[in-house]
């Protein structure tokens, strides 16, 4: 009579279904699909999708491509923090690491960079603020995302990955220029 | 409750279908339970991030 | 010669052994989700900015602590109790080797104090997801593994338990959908414990100095094949037990076999690969296989989910108004019996797990999509409605049928276990509503202070960030009362309920067997088939309110997966 005791009928598979599951799995079915396939579809005619162009590298490799960065455009500096102002259409380095994003950057509004990013040490999250971007940042794992800012404003980078006591100090910027 | 088990049923002889014995089997269904995450999320997974290529 | 008891209300068969084993892993359990609704409580109170409470690094501890005991220890001690009872009890059969039954428990106890212990010694404040190249103490991690190799045995019992069953015919016909479920659930668990096996092991022997290098995005995949999949076998586990409540209350049957059951194959085949899920926004990582796993091959993992969430209603509905709670669309459901704990919790389980934790966990999900939420704290919020409100809730349920049950005790303070699910479950979906709010606002998982103190660059959230978090961790405060109230009424009862059967002492509690007297040598009856359904499957729907629900929550998916996309657009290019 009940869930738990075993199927009436020994042969359960050729129990005809009713009409309502039919109907309701066929809808759900639909809903599934189109779920599916906005996600392609957004790789094709959305404007918000990570490549997939990433490079293993090390800490040490790593840290020399910021320091050149920062060696060459280097505009000033905020809390002893470098700020980068990098050309538009380059690539820009950012580093992760207990507890600092490294450098400071300053973008263009409505310019394009290929904005690096790795970590010298362990796991960090690398999430811009207010905008509420999100990435994760990995040791021996150089990422590469095209970002064009399209907000002119302060941002804030914030460490969502929790990465020991010092955490909730780990906070950088972006600045976004006109 | 009813007692089905041993009234007299025709249905005792007829084959089981095909999806029912897989239902039915625990043991096959372990299988392909493990191996198809093994398949698609690990090991297709673990490809990508070796087949990453070292920065230039 | 295996000894069997009847219970004398539900006329429901315990061989011995296997009740020692559930109840000790029961109460095991509940051990556990004590330990973690007190580290809980002193994680909110830190979250919500205004109180504050615990400095630094003892949140970072009780957070660790709280994530493990609450999701590790509470969940799979009291699953291993279901497997035992969806094995040995629902087929009336001898469970397979007691003896590895206890190996099971023992296993997991001691992996489950030692991962404690090191916890709180202090050095391994890691995050139960202990990301490598962050290094816990080495006990940290033996610990986690006796665990695994405990449950891992436990899922050979039942295994074996199956086994014995179909051999010594104690059954008729195909096992049960509930212990199906239970299948289901084991499956994963074996998946599950090999990833978790694959990775914690080097990962103890580089805490120990024997290898060198953990590869942290390599980490970052295997782990999460342990730590998603062992999501799924709570969902697994507590469809399962939706399904169970629903025929224990209401007598209510499947309203198809083949199609529980073939949602249930779905999540055999397809559930796993959402592990994808945590992936999202890693370095290096192909579009295709992150939209195939995370997807869990096109949805079909979330279309079983959403054929359980009508099946379940639905064979409730269809009891209801076979007994006569026929008016319009709804009265079998106002008329349910909404103050009985077994059934309001599992009624909450199912529509918090669909309405806040299914939506929000398949948008989330979504390949794009996730870069606007990743290590939110919208991601708690999401996990809080699928595990605490969804899996802890009818793990609860059946708890409070099985005190009078298996521990043959009466429950006490009934007026309170009425209201108990209620509180719990409203508490909770406060914290999870209000941190899902403060998520979208950017506020951080895993984060001691929204204020950055002592950070040499600034940042500010917005006033409502606070404000929302804020009303969150009032929520999450209440939800900790309910959990009081439900620890006071189990344990309690244990201690202090009205003896249903003389010998329900307190060790009987913990796993001694009742009076030699209850139990004889006599076999069960073999389980017969359940009777056959009066004919129905007209042209008209047999469930028609729980159409209408289901369409709602449709309507709702729909337009919350929509706007989404449409705060994705409104971020930066991202190429
Ligand atoms: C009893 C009331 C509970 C309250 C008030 C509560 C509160 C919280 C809060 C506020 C967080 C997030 C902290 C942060 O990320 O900064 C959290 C994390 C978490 N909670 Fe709960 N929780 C409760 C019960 C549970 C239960 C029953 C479970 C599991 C069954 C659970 C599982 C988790 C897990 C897995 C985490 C994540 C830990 C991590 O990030 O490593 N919680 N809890
Ligand atoms: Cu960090
Ligand atoms: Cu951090």
Redesign the interface.
């Known amino acids: 009579?009940?869930?738990?005791?075993?199927?009436?009928?020994?042969?359960?598979?050729?129990?005809?279904?009713?009409?309502?599951?039919i109907?309701?799995?066929l809808?759900?079915?639909t809903?599934?699909?189109i779920?599916?396939f906005?996600?392609?579809y957004?790789?094709i005619y959305?404007?918000?999708?990570?490549?997939?162009?990433?490079?293993?590298?090390t800490p040490a490799?790593?840290g020399a491509k910021v320091q050149e960065g920062i060696d060459q455009h280097k505009v000033g500096e905020?809390?002893?923090?470098p700020i980068v102002h990098p050309p538009a259409g380059s690539d820009v380095y950012m580093l992760g690491r207990l507890w600092?994003w490294w450098p400071?950057l300053e973008l263009e509004k409505d310019k394009?960079y290929r904005l690096h990013?790795s970590s010298m040490?362990?796991?960090h999250?690398f999430?811009?603020?207010?905008?509420?971007?999100?990435?994760?940042v990995?040791?021996?794992?150089?990422?590469v995302?095209?970002?064009?800012?399209?907000?002119a404003g302060e941002y804030?980078v914030?460490?969502?990955?929790?990465?020991?006591?010092?955490?909730?100090?780990?906070?950088?910027?972006i600045y976004v220029k006109e | 409750?009813k007692e089905?088990s041993d009234k007299p049923?025709k249905?005792?002889e007829?084959k089981?279908?095909a999806?029912?014995t897989l239902?039915d089997n625990p043991f096959l269904l372990l299988f392909i339970g493990v191996a198809m995450p093994t398949v698609f999320y690990l090991i297709w997974g673990i490809m990508e991030i070796v087949t990453?290529?070292?920065?230039? | 010669m295996a000894q069997f008891r009847t219970c004398p209300d539900t006329g429901l068969y315990f061989h011995k052994s296997a009740e020692s084993l559930i109840k000790a892993n029961a109460v095991a359990a509940a051990v556990a989700l004590l330990v973690a609704g007190v580290l809980g409580l002193l994680v909110v109170l830190t979250r919500w900015q205004a109180v504050h409470l615990l400095p630094?690094?003892q949140f970072?501890m009780a957070l660790t602590a709280h994530g493990i005991d609450a999701l590790i220890f509470w969940i799979i001690f009291f699953e291993m109790a279901v497997l035992y009872v969806a094995s040995s009890v629902?087929l009336r059969s001898r469970l397979a080797t007691p003896f590895w039954g206890w190996v099971q428990f023992v296993l997991m106890l001691v992996g489950a104090i030692m991962t404690n212990w090191a916890i709180f010694q202090g050095n391994s404040s890691v995050?139960m997801t202990s990301?490598a190249?962050?290094q816990a103490a080495p006990h940290f991690y033996l610990g986690l593994i006796l665990f695994a190799v405990g449950a891992l045995i436990g899922c050979f019992v039942f295994f074996g338990t199956l086994v014995v069953a179909k051999q010594e015919k104690t059954?008729?016909?195909?096992?049960?959908?509930?212990?199906f479920g239970a299948v289901t659930a084991a499956i994963i668990a074996v998946f599950t414990i090999a990833s978790g096996a694959i990775i914690l092991v080097p990962t103890f022997f580089w805490s120990i100095g024997y290898i060198s290098h953990i590869?942290?995005?390599m980490y970052?995949i295997v782990w999460w094949g342990m730590g998603h999949s062992s999501q799924q076998i709570n969902v697994a586990a507590h469809v399962a037990i939706w399904?169970?409540i629903?025929?224990?209350v209401f007598?209510?049957?499947?309203?198809?076999?083949?199609?529980s059951r073939s949602a249930y194959l779905l999540y055999i085949l397809f559930l796993q690969l959402a592990c994808a899920h945590h992936i999202?926004?890693?370095?290096?990582?192909?579009?295709e296989w992150k939209?195939f796993n995370t997807?869990y091959a096109?949805?079909?993992a979330?279309?079983a989910s959403?054929?359980h969430g009508?099946?379940v209603p639905?064979?409730i509905e269809v009891a209801q108004r076979a007994k006569g709670f026929n008016n319009g669309l709804f009265e079998w459901l106002r008329k349910a019996p909404w103050d009985n704990p077994v059934f309001s919790s599992m009624f909450i389980s199912l529509v918090t797990f669909g309405f806040l934790g299914g939506i929000t966990g398949?948008v989330m999900g979504?390949?794009?999509i996730n870069?606007?939420?990743?290590?939110?704290i919208y991601v708690p919020a999401h996990f809080h409605a699928t595990v605490v409100t969804g899996t802890t809730m009818a793990f609860m349920g059946v708890t409070f049928f099985l005190i009078p049950v298996l521990f043959r005790r009466q429950m006490i303070l009934p007026g309170l276990a009425k209201l108990q699910p209620y509180i719990f479950g409203g508490g909770m979906t406060i914290l999870i509503l209000f941190m899902l709010g403060a998520g979208?606002?950017?506020v951080?998982?895993?984060?001691?202070?929204m204020d950055?103190?002592?950070?040499?660059?600034?940042?500010?959230?917005?006033g409502m960030a606070y404000t929302l978090m804020g009303i969150g961790a009032f929520g999450g405060v209440i939800g900790v009362v309910g959990g009081a109230a439900f620890l006071l009424i189990t344990v309690g009862s244990l201690l202090f309920g009205k003896k249903l059967e003389p010998s329900a002492g307190l060790l009987q509690s913990f796993g001694v067997p009742l009076a030699a007297s209850c139990y004889t040598d006599e076999r069960p009856a073999i389980?017969?088939?359940?009777?056959?359904?009066e004919g129905?499957?007209g042209?008209?729907?047999?469930?028609?309110g729980t159409?209408v629900l289901?369409l709602v929550l449709?309507v709702t998916?729909?337009v919350y997966?929509f706007i989404n996309?449409k705060y994705?657009?409104s971020?930066?290019?991202?190429?």
């Open positions: 009579m009940t869930s738990f005791m075993p199927p009436a009928e020994r042969i359960w598979w050729k129990v005809p279904v009713g009409r309502e599951e109907v309701w799995i809808i759900a079915l809903w599934c699909l779920m599916f906005m996600m392609p957004w790789h959305g404007k918000q999708n990570l490549s997939n162009e990433a490079y293993q590298t490799k790593y905020e809390a002893g923090v600092q400071i394009t990013l040490d362990w796991q999250g999430s811009v603020q207010p905008i509420n971007i999100n990435m994760q990995v040791p021996g794992y150089e990422m995302l095209t970002v064009t800012p399209d907000q804030g914030v460490c969502n990955e929790y990465c020991g006591i010092g955490h909730h100090t780990m906070v950088g910027k | 409750m089905t049923e249905d005792q007829e089981i279908p999806m029912q239902i990453i290529p070292v920065a230039p | 630094a690094d970072y629902l995050m990301y190249p962050m059954y008729d016909g195909s096992i049960p959908l509930v212990t590869d942290a995005e970052r399904y169970l629903a025929g224990l007598g209510a049957r499947p309203m198809s076999e083949k199609v999202l926004v890693d370095p290096g990582v192909s579009a939209v997807s096109m949805y079909l979330v279309l959403m054929i009508l099946t639905g064979s398949v979504t390949e794009q870069l606007i939420i990743h290590n939110t979208t606002l950017g951080s998982r895993r984060h001691w202070d950055f103190t002592g950070a040499a660059l600034g940042f500010d959230y917005p389980l017969p088939r359940a009777a056959a359904a129905h499957h042209s008209s729907f047999e469930a028609p159409f289901a449709l998916f729909v997966y996309w994705l657009a971020v930066w290019q991202l190429s």
